[in-house]
T-cell receptor
Framework: DSGVTQTPKHLITATGQRVTLRCSPR?????VYWYQQSLDQGLQFLIQ???????AKGNILERFSAQQFPDLHSELNLSSLELGDSALYFC?????????????FGPGTRLTVT | KNQVEQSPQSLIILEGKNCTLQ??????????LRWYKQDTGRGPVSLTI?????NTKSNGRYTATLDADTKQSSLHITASQLSDSASYIC??????????FGAGTRLTVKP
C-alpha cells in the first residue's frame, strides 16, 4: 500500500459527460501528479500540483482540468468525454516537486467511456 | 520519437532463471533514472532510483545499472519468481516534474 488513495476505483460513463476523479496524497507529501495510461500505452504525464499551485503541465487536453485543495487532496476533472478517454488514471505524490524524490502511485481509477 | 526506449517489448522466462531488461534514453539534461514494476491494472511501484553519479543500485533480487556516458540502463532480475510477472518501466528525467516514461517491458515468468 503506497499510502495514496484514489476514488472511485471504476467509473463507467457515456460520451459527452463530465467526471471527477479524486486523489489523496500520502501524509506529508505536498506534490500531486496525474497520469493517464491507455490500453497498451505507456504512462503519460498530465499535470502536477505542488502545495496548491500548478507546477507543471504535460499532455493534458483542454477538456481536462485539475486542482489541489488546501488539505492537499486533488481532483482531476474530465469533460466532454470521448471514447478515447477510456483509460487508467493514476495519481502519484511526492514530498517535493523537484529533484529526485520518490513518487508514490495510487491504485488508479479505471474510466470507461461508452 | 520516444526519448526512452525499452527492449525487449516482452519476455517470457522460466521460474528461477535470470533476465536483463534494457533501457536506452536520449533525455537531456539528465538527473535521475528510475525503474518501476507495474502489475496489470495496478499502480507502478518504484524499484530503484539512480542519479547520474550512481552506476549500480540493488533492491533485493533487482539490480539496476546505469551508464550515463552511453545513456543506457539495465535491470537485472535474479532467480525469477512467478510474482515477478509484470511490466517494468524505465523512467528518465531531469527532475520530478519532467519525467519521461518508456513503454515498458512485459515480463512473464512461467513455472
Amino acid at each position: 500500500d503506497s499510502g495514496v488513495t484514489q476514488t472511485p476505483k471504476h467509473l463507467i460513463t457515456a460520451t459527452g459527460q463530465r467526471v471527477t476523479l479524486r486523489c489523496s496524497p500520502r501524509s506529508g507529501d505536498l506534490s500531486v501528479y496525474w497520469y493517464q495510461q491507455s490500453l497498451d500505452q505507456g504512462l503519460q504525464f498530465l499535470i502536477q500540483y505542488y502545495n496548491g499551485e500548478e507546477r507543471a503541465k504535460g499532455n493534458i487536453l483542454e477538456r481536462f482540468s485539475a486542482q489541489q485543495f488546501p488539505d492537499l487532496h486533488s481532483e482531476l476533472n474530465l469533460s466532454s468525454l470521448e471514447l478515447g478517454d477510456s483509460a487508467l488514471y493514476f495519481c502519484a505524490s511526492s514530498v517535493s516537486g523537484m529533484g529526485s524524490y520518490e513518487q508514490y502511485f495510487g491504485p488508479g481509477t479505471r474510466l470507461t467511456v461508452t | 520519437k520516444n526519448q526512452v526506449e525499452q527492449s525487449p517489448q516482452s519476455l517470457i522466462i522460466l521460474e528461477g532463471k535470470n533476465c536483463t531488461l534494457q533501457c536506452n534514453y536520449t533525455v537531456s539534461p539528465f538527473s535521475n533514472l528510475r525503474w518501476y514494476k507495474q502489475d496489470t491494472g495496478r499502480g507502478p511501484v518504484s524499484l530503484t532510483i539512480m542519479t547520474f553519479s550512481e552506476n549500480t543500485k540493488s533492491n533485493g533480487r533487482y539490480t539496476a545499472t546505469l551508464d550515463a556516458d552511453t545513456k543506457q540502463s539495465s535491470l537485472h532480475i535474479t532467480a525469477s519468481q512467478l510474482s515477478d510477472s509484470a511490466s517494468y518501466i524505465c523512467v528518465v528525467g531531469p527532475n520530478n516534474n519532467d519525467m519521461r516514461f518508456g513503454a515498458g517491458t512485459r515480463l512473464t515468468v512461467k513455472p
